[in-house]
């Protein structure tokens, strides 16, 4: 596809590379959870946070849906102007993650809710997982 081609993004393909990607970032954090469990249950504890509610568990899961169909549609987005392949995906993902997980991590830091090495290495575990559900999510995409 040439440069500035305005072909209209296929949001079927988009909702379909969205759905997979965020299918994606549930099962890392699932992983990653259960990796840093005692770490996040310390954390919260000391602070007298409880998340055992229904809504406090299922709102990241239909969040990361709603991401990764933005995600995916940023790809599409974009890719007019830096063609289609990984390089785009890792364009969006990287403004995904730096958008979502940064800015997250940050507030939860400055807040003291969690500790600054914790977030430190939920940013880097998401990075990856945002990378390789916005590579798999973009190759699912087709225009038309």
């Known amino acids: 596809m040439a440069s500035g081609d305005l072909t209209p993004i296929n949001l079927k393909r988009v909702v379909l590379g969205g759905i997979v990607a965020a299918i994606l970032v549930n099962l890392g954090e ?6 840093l469990q ?13 998340l055992e509610t229904r809504p406090a568990l299922l709102l990241p899961v239909a969040w990361s849906f709603a991401v990764g169909i933005l995600a995916v549609w940023l790809y599409a987005a974009i890719r007019p102007r830096y063609g289609a392949g990984r390089a785009t995906a890792v364009r969006a993902a990287l403004a995904v993650w730096a958008f979502t997980t940064v800015t997250f991590s940050i507030a939860m830091a400055s807040l003291t809710i969690f500790p600054v090495r914790l ?26």
């Open 119 to 144: 977030m430190v290495a939920a940013a880097a575990w998401s990075l990856a997982e945002v990378m390789v559900a916005v590579l798999v999510g973009a190759w699912l995409y087709r225009e038309g």
């Open 38 to 50: 005692d770490d996040y249950q310390a954390a919260m504890r000391a602070r007298g946070i409880r």
């Open 30 to 35: 699932a992983l990653l959870g259960f990796l």
